[in-house]
């Protein structure tokens, strides 16, 4: 099914640090089903990785909504926090 086949691809772009990539196909994974809570924290993820932390922050939050014992999405809220608050402008939307 469509939707295994791009989490297949989208992990595999995340795991060779292909943000650009793994985030492409996310959305795509999160188009076809909105609620699919591992494409969400890999969404999550991507943006993380590519400094969008406002954009990360907005997936994991969404995790929590729909899984709100989520220990990927609760970890890497604190991660964001902290990025925060040491002053890291990491955050270019």
Partial sequence: DDSS??????????LSSNWEQALKLNQEILGLDPKNIEALNRLGRAYFELGNLSKSKKSFDNTLELDPYNQI??????RIEIF?????????R
């Avoid at 691809?9 to 995340?14: G, Y």
């Avoid at 999405?73 to 604190?78: D, E, N, R, V, Y």
């Fill in 5 to 14: 086949t791009l989490a297949q691809q989208a992990i595999t772009a995340a």
């Fill in 84 to 92: 925060r608050k040491k002053g890291n402008k990491k955050d270019h």
């Fill in 73 to 78: 999405a609760a970890k890497f809220l604190k």
